[in-house]
């Protein structure tokens, strides 16, 4: 049997270039992904040195001022120092359920940035689902939560776990009921089209006018799924120790950590879409790349601004939730429940209904 050597060098430039093909094609999909992790990542920076520096001008102290210029520097300071720290481990606890827990909060938060526009055109996934899959997705984290406490084997975590699982089901409700509103009105559920359906009538457009209820039932509904103050009940210190976390140390402790800024971080981003008119200025029918398409280089300059001022909006919800951290008192889990069941759930339930009418009286 005689092979022909051409056959066989064709054949292995062939096998080559496929897998050159498929190397390139697996450096293009995480190049889009890599910046925006970045972003993320220097964001949850910012929100706790923000916080940091804001709980101090409220409680008339010294916020961070040594790790850097202006104590910019202290939270990446306090990473350093937990991802060195021991990583222990319960002597009884399930490790399988302790190990997964803190990974499946934080991944399930990160998976909720894929359908997030920062700007025009500048998103990673436009779904026609976008909001529902965050809601979705968003769900997931308190079941990392539930199994941390569970594996834990410790009282005080799974009562947090626990709690944390019985907020997360009270809330979501409300908030998916909001949700259902926006999407009545800009007859989408892709975050890109809810933001273009506010962006015809420039600042008197935004769903905040059209939809003050909820607006205000999305911001409780919000806080209380981010667990801050005064819905921290999962992790109240004088109650349960640190809740879900007491038994947690080193860089799992650090996920908890980051989770929670994450989560904090999206919840703000998804206000500034749903109400707040995103990327859009307060000047009817103008989209900042809009302005400049024929020349790329101030179409990127346009880009920059629509993401600023993405930012800028998001930023100020920032503020209003990290002072009110500082400003209520903890709520009890039974008025935590209460307030869920008894007054935000038929309140959203009241605007979807009247959302629902004026579009079918508008038909």
Do not use: H
Not at 169 to 189: A, F, K
Not at 196 to 213: D, H, M, T
Not at 318 to 342: E, Y
């Amino acid at each position: 049997m005689i092979i022909d050597t051409t056959e066989v060098q064709t054949i292995n430039s062939f096998s080559s270039s496929e897998s050159v093909k498929e190397v390139y094609g697996l450096i293009s999909l995480f190049v889009p992904i890599l910046p925006l992790i970045l972003g993320i990542i220097i964001g949850v920076l910012v929100i706790v040195w923000l916080e940091r520096e804001i709980s101090a001008a409220i409680q008339q102290r010294i916020g961070p001022e040594y790790a850097g210029p202006l104590g910019i520097l202290q939270a990446i300071a306090d990473g350093t120092k937990l991802l060195f720290k021991e990583d222990l481990f319960p002597s009884r606890g399930n490790i399988r359920l302790f190990s997964v827990g803190p990974s499946l909060a934080v991944i399930s938060i990160l998976l909720s940035y894929l359908v997030m526009p920062f700007g025009y055109r500048l998103v990673l996934a436009d779904l026609s689902i976008g909001v529902f899959l965050w809601i979705a997705i968003s769900s997931i984290a308190p079941i990392g939560l539930l199994m941390s406490g569970y594996g834990s084997n410790n009282k005080y975590s799974f009562s947090g776990g626990l709690r944390a699982a019985a907020q997360s089901i009270s809330y979501e409700i409300p908030l998916t009921l909001c949700v259902l509103s926006i999407s009545l009105l800009s007859n989408s559920l892709s975050t890109v089209d809810i933001v273009e359906a506010q962006s015809k009538y420039g600042f008197g457009g935004w769903n905040l006018w059209r939809q003050p209820i909820g607006f205000i039932v999305f911001i409780i509904s919000s806080l209380a799924e981010c667990e801050r103050l005064p819905f921290d009940l999962p992790e109240a210190e004088e109650e349960l120790v640190a809740g879900y976390q007491t038994e947690y140390s080193g860089i799992k402790y650090g996920l908890f950590y980051l989770a929670s800024y994450l989560n904090l971080l999206i919840s703000s981003l998804f206000v500034t879409v749903l109400y707040l008119g995103g990327w859009n200025l307060f000047i009817p029918y103008i989209f900042i790349p809009e302005l400049f398409v024929k020349k790329k280089m101030v179409a990127v300059f346009g880009m920059t601004i629509g993401i600023f001022i993405t930012l800028v909006k998001a930023y100020l919800f920032l503020f209003i939730s990290i002072a009110t951290r500082w400003t209520l008192p903890r709520m009890r889990m039974d008025q935590l429940l209460n307030l869920g069941w008894k007054f935000l759930l038929p309140i959203a339930l009241g605007n979807l209904l009247l959302t629902t009418s004026f579009q079918l009286v508008s038909l």
